[in-house]
């Protein structure tokens, strides 16, 4: 296992598939000369050449297409959102093309095709650079989405995610690019979809969360053991497919559960995990399932302010102990 | 079912040209009598389908929007004339046509029409979603100016592959205005894409006429924005079509360098099948008028002056028209509706083994 930061495990997935498949190429603004907004492409250029590490104009619709019609006829290409808000001037081509190519042909064209960077808040950054846009995303039949926590999640989604054959969406997180991790060194190191993962197992309470968000509540379980309160936490990883048995198996093993998302509550992940729960495990509860969300607001620029709006620890804690009657 | 890199694989080979117009511009083209006959049949093949669609949406047997190219056959018989089956076309709504020529079965689209699980896309697309991956045929697009970007990409994937293959992306002067034309030609003429961008300049997107929509009247003028080299055609004569297409596949072939092509036309019918024929916004007399400039009956008309067509050879190739039409409303009826299997199927690459990928839980309905 090496130890490395959630950005050079994207690199390496990236150069990994690049090197096992020709068709495999990345574009984007950014991702060559200046090696990647984020530095998540470095080295890449010089590795591979221009025609396969493409730095485009700011014309995020136009590439997107570009990318969803070279995918149709065979190519495998990664799309850089420098963030995903600037993705909504793509969403055509993501929600209209991409997502139902596969079925207005009857089945005769696929789209392989990742389109992936940062979703949702870094520090300070405002109302339109601070969104989490799962749940848009999530809403299309069609897409595949999921959203690694570590390093070596990073790896393992994204070559899963450049490998299947059907438009997947990979959200990453800002403030994790720097995050530091063990990466087992296996080129062969995928995360399928639909697969969610335990990332601390517990008795108490169940907290189901994904992407930043499975750090904040890790350092609430920490918290909440110095309370003699268990918590797991169920780190989803791929919001669709939706690892449904894991999602079930934890609210069996706690009967409490905890959403924890960074998006906004308005039909957010957390609103369909607890659909999903009252309608698969209701008897298995000892109490409502609580949410933990984004403010339902655009996102405010002063300190104070943003720190109310963005889920945290505190809330995760609070959320616990409301499941758990304390 | 074939994916785009199994049928790509087929076809990267360098094949020769199918047939090599004559460059001295002779008159017709320099084609001899087969090959217009061959135009001919593809056009009144392209009325009569059209016709009997018109005739099947009266009955209730095509639903939804259903958009007839009739008046505008000149445009896709020219310009796909000087294509070989390995390049790519890809197109709007208004596409019966186009696919037909590209080589679907007048059953197969039919079928498409009625919905039926014999169409093209299993009755998934319909109308407006006809797609070919054996033919090259990338649809079938109803978003306006949706498949410029996907024409695009079309066009990097063979500069990528370094084929000698072109792709040729249709859409209506409507599409002109949309951010997608703008950004496509802006990365095709950058990166040296060989597309050719075909603007069927029909006058009219729904009713909103031309100069009501453009601060800029002459399309082509807008590739100097790009740096693209572009032309104007007469939308209604299959030779003008043809040699003002030829120049620019030659040019992307050999050079890779994408132009941009206005050809001027004109709708004969409504918008789509629920949009009368002149409406409010044209004329009785403005229809009437257009119509006097028939790209079929103007095709005839120099086919004959050349003594390269006589009555029973017109008479005959529009017989088969009617009859391959007729067989292919015939076959649509009788082919079954797509099962309820076909539900969930082509959402996605893989099905639904453990009810993880549609959140009304598939099992549920079954
Ligand atoms: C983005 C978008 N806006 C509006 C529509 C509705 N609409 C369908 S066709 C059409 C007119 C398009 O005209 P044009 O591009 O000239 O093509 P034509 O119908 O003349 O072939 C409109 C407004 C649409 N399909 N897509
Ligand atoms: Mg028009």
């Known amino acids: 296992m090496a130890v490395m930061t959630y950005r050079e495990a994207l690199g390496q997935a990236l150069a990994e598939e690049m090197e096992r498949d020709p068709d495999v190429f990345l574009m984007g603004e950014e991702v060559g000369v200046y090696q990647g907004a984020y530095k998540v492409s470095k080295g890449l250029l010089d590795r591979f050449g221009e025609l396969r590490v493409v730095d485009t104009p700011i014309t995020e619709l136009g590439f997107a297409g570009l990318g969803v019609g070279a995918a149709m006829v065979g190519l495998r290409p990664v799309i850089e959102f420098m963030t995903f808000n600037f993705s909504l001037l793509a969403l055509d081509q993501v929600f209209n093309s991409a997502a139902k190519v596969r079925y207005m042909s009857g089945g005769q064209f696929k789209c392989p095709i990742v389109f992936r960077g940062p979703t949702g808040a870094a520090l300070q950054l405002s109302a339109q650079h601070s969104q989490a846009l799962e749940s848009p995303y999530l809403h299309f039949p069609g897409l595949k989405l999921c959203t690694p926590a570590t390093p070596a999640d990073a790896k393992g989604l994204l070559k899963a995610a450049i490998r299947d054959d059907d438009p997947v969406v990979v959200m990453e997180g800002e403030l994790l690019y720097a995050l530091k991790g063990e990466v087992p060194e296996d080129r062969e190191l995928l995360v399928p979809p639909g697969t969610a993962e335990v990332k601390r197992p517990g008795s108490d309470v169940s907290i189901i969360t994904h992407g930043k968000m499975v750090h904040v509540a890790l350092q609430a379980a920490a918290k909440l053991e110095q309370e003699e309160i268990d918590a797991e936490v169920l780190d989803l990883r791929w919001l669709r497919p939706l690892d449904i048995e894991a999602a079930l198996a934890t609210v069996y093993k706690t009967n409490r559960v905890v959403c924890v998302e960074e998006g906004w509550p308005y039909l957010g992940v957390g609103a369909q995990i607890s659909t999903l729960i009252q309608e698969e495990a209701f008897d298995y509860l000892d109490a409502p399932v609580v949410r933990v969300t984004q403010a339902d607001v655009p996102m405010p620029y002063s300190k104070n302010l943003e720190k109310l709006a963005k889920p945290s620890v505190e809330r995760v804690i609070a959320a616990c102990h409301k499941v758990l009657y304390r | ?366």
Not at chain 2, 326 to 338: I, R, V, W
């Open chain 2, 1 to 366: 079912m074939p994916d785009g890199r199994a049928a790509n694989a087929k076809a990267t080979s360098r094949a020769p040209r199918v047939e090599e117009p004559r460059r001295d511009s002779q008159r017709l083209g320099g084609l001899d009598k087969e090959k217009l006959h061959e135009l001919l049949s593809q056009m009144l093949l392209g009325r009569r389908f059209e016709e009997k669609s018109a005739e099947s949406y009266a009955l209730g047997k095509i639903g939804g929007f259903c958009h007839l190219y009739i008046g505008q056959e000149a445009v896709a018989v020219g310009a796909m004339s000087v294509l070989r089956p390995d390049d790519y076309v890809i197109t709007a709504y208004r596409e019966h046509v186009q696919a037909l020529i590209k080589g679907l079965t007048p059953r197969e689209v039919m079928a498409e029409l009625y919905g039926r699980v014999d169409g093209c896309s299993k009755g998934k697309g319909g109308s407006m979603h006809l797609f070919s991956a054996e033919k090259n045929f990338l649809g079938g697009w109803g978003i306006v100016a949706g498949q410029i970007p996907l024409g695009t990409g079309v066009g990097w994937a063979i500069k990528y592959r370094d084929e000698d293959r072109v792709c040729l992306c249709f859409f209506g002067e409507a599409a002109v205005n949309q951010g997608a034309f703008h950004e496509s030609l802006n990365m095709a003429a950058l990166w040296k894409l060989p597309v050719i961008f075909l603007v069927e300049n029909n006058r009219f997107g729904m009713g909103t006429a031309w100069e009501r929509a453009s601060s800029l009247y002459d399309i082509a003028q807008k590739a100097a924005a790009y740096d693209m080299p572009s032309a104007v055609a007469d939308g209604m004569d299959v030779f003008a079509m043809r040699a003002a297409v030829l120049e620019a596949v030659d040019r992307a072939r050999e050079q890779r360098t994408p132009t941009l092509i206005e050809a001027r036309c004109y709708r004969f019918m409504g918008h789509s099948m629920s949009d009368p024929v002149h409406g409010v916004y044209r004329t009785k007399e403005e229809v009437e008028e257009a119509k006097q400039k028939d790209p079929i009956r103007i095709f005839i008309d120099q086919l004959r002056e050349q003594d390269l067509l006589d009555e029973d050879e017109l008479n005959e190739l529009d017989a088969r028209a009617r009859a391959a039409v007729e067989d292919a409303a015939e076959f649509a009826e009788k082919s079954p509706e797509p099962g309820p299997e076909e539900l969930y199927r082509d959402v996605y690459a893989q099905e639904d083994v453990r009810g993880w990928l549609y959140f009304d839980r598939k099992d549920r309905l079954e």
